[in-house]
């Protein structure tokens, strides 16, 4: 275990880290914090990075220098706190544009930490008074006059609007807290309940940092036995299942490419149920969004790290997922269908990673804006099967809904016809070796089919066909989550008409 050694005061160098954590923090909001919020830019270009900059400095700043007070801080700190909370208190509303509810997930975050720094930060009566005023206009009021939408359709959502609500009744308004009791415990039971057993998160690691946290802090502050539920402990689990060799994640659906679980998250997780360390290379001090509030925690919790960890593979996601590790590269198969949350049409898709990350990738979470959030999602290559590592067939890609998926067979194999429209046979087997893959597509004979495989690096001889195929590589470029373009490689290999399999060796890179 390394990351948090003996000792006190700045003679503790994990202290010093977290401090440097916390005055960056500050550093870089204490002037974007003043940037204006301008809300039309979402309706006039569809684009939101611009927004959440101005948003996300205020509510960065404010936690930075709440707990730089709380740690020792001068009086500077808690004034700058206080003129922030002023600040974010005057704002017309929390709702992002591009979300539209009453209560969403960033409304309920801010509630929940302007309504926490009104009982921990000494700030005077008059400005608490007006905070917790907002809090109730902007998240009490509008959740005990609505149902909405994420109560009905789970996933992360649910837990960061009902957690975070709770969090703000808990502190702001015990009344209205106990007349919602039910309510909220039911809706944060039923985002457990939509995972499988196992604790596989579909969503993938950014939203289990997101929801499941959510989850954590609400369920420890109000309602604690949930805690003790055997899916909280099964859904705990997962981060041990999703990293791959290189460090990178096995980045299906909306999941980067190069996550990074919560330290303060996972060291809490660890404490409570016993659950291993993740490394250091697996794992970040989060201070995104709201950042009081896996911050606050994490100083509480720690931020200890494993020295080494064997990584975990097996079969996740209630038979979906197949994941194996070898010496040089590490293996992952997705089965399932494509109506899964945050889904890509992704069906039969794999990934090939090594120590250089992943090779034959996913793409995985894209730049957010207006289109990707609509009828237009799978015109985007991250979400459409274009932009995976499956055959195109008859010219076609996969079809959306949950209709539309395949099987995952011991092998393993993935029988995944029906994720096309159209197409009588399918059928994807993987042989793993010591130095790479091999991968064996078998398809009816009046099928025209194009091999793909989606690569961050030049497939040229990484990738042999073992009929002599030819393939046609082009470089495609898409805009990732934070805005900056990026590349992938696309391999297509058409397989001659009449042809009934075709068979491919990919071999890894070994960590130098």
Not at 230 to 242: D, F, G, N, T
Not at 275 to 301: F, H, K, Q, V, Y
Not at 480 to 488: A, M, P, S, T, Y
Request: glycine fraction near 12%; include cysteine.
């Amino acid at each position: 275990m390394k990351g948090e050694g003996e000792g006190d005061g700045n003679t503790n160098p994990a202290i010093k880290t977290r401090m440097q954590v916390l005055e960056a923090l500050y550093r870089e909001n204490r002037e974007a914090r003043h940037l204006p919020l301008d809300r039309t830019e979402f309706a006039r270009t569809g684009a939101r990075l611009g927004f959440e900059a101005a948003f996300f400095a205020r509510r960065k700043f404010l936690s930075a220098a709440a707990l730089l007070y709380l740690t020792g801080g001068g009086e500077t700190y808690l004034y700058e706190a206080g003129e922030t909370m002023d600040a974010i208190a005057a704002e017309s509303t929390w709702v992002h544009p591009a979300h539209g509810d009453e209560v969403d997930l960033f409304s309920a975050e801010t509630a929940f930490l302007l309504a926490e720094l009104c009982t921990v930060l000494p700030i005077e009566n008059g400005r608490r008074e007006r905070v917790l005023s907002a809090v109730k206009k902007n998240g009490i009021e509008p959740f005990r006059k609505n149902t909405f939408r994420w109560e009905r359709e789970g996933g992360n959502w649910l837990a960061v609007c009902m957690g975070n609500v709770a969090g703000a009744l808990f502190y702001a308004d015990g009344v209205e807290f106990r007349r919602q009791r039910a309510r909220l415990e039911g809706g944060l039971s039923r985002y457990l309940d939509e995972f499988p057993a196992d604790g596989y998160c579909q969503e993938g690691l950014e939203y289990w940092n997101f929801g499941f946290g959510a989850f954590v802090r609400s369920a420890e502050l109000c309602f604690p036995h949930l805690l003790d539920l055997p899916k909280a402990r099964a859904v705990a689990r997962y981060p041990q299942a999703c990293f791959l060799a290189g460090n990178v994640t096995a980045s299906f659906s909306d999941c980067p490419m190069d996550g990074r679980a919560d330290r303060g998250l996972v060291n809490f997780l660890a404490r409570r149920y016993g659950t291993p360390l993740l490394t250091e290379e697996e794992t970040e001090i989060r201070a995104e969004n709201c950042a009081w509030l896996p911050l606050s925690r994490g100083l509480r919790d720690g931020f200890f790290v494993a020295p080494f960890r064997e990584r975990q593979g097996g079969v996740f996601c209630g038979g979906k997922v197949f994941i194996s590790h070898r010496a040089a590269y590490s293996f992952a198969v997705k089965a399932g269908d494509n109506g899964e949350p945050h889904n890509h049409n992704d069906v039969g898709s794999f990934l090939l990673s090594d120590g250089d990350g992943q090779f034959v990738c996913d793409i995985g979470q894209p730049l957010y804006d207006r289109d990707y959030f609509s009828e237009r999602r799978y015109l985007s290559l991250a979400a459409s099967s274009l932009g995976h590592s499956v055959p195109i067939v008859n010219g076609q890609g996969q079809l959306a809904g949950k209709e539309h998926g395949g099987i995952l067979r011991g092998g393993p194999s993935v029988e995944f016809a029906g994720a096309y429209p159209n197409c009588k046979k399918l059928v994807r087997t993987f042989s793993l070796g010591e130095d790479g893959i091999a991968v064996r597509d078998e398809f009816a004979a009046e099928d025209a089919v194009t091999e793909r495989f989606v690569c961050s690096r030049d497939p040229s001889g990484g990738i042999v066909s073992d009929e002599g195929i030819v393939p046609h590589v082009h470089a495609e470029t898409y805009f990732g989550h934070d805005g900056k373009e990026k590349c992938v490689y696309l391999a297509d290999f058409d397989v001659p008409r009449g042809r009934t399999s075709a068979a491919f060796h990919i071999k890894a890179r070994r960590e130098q």
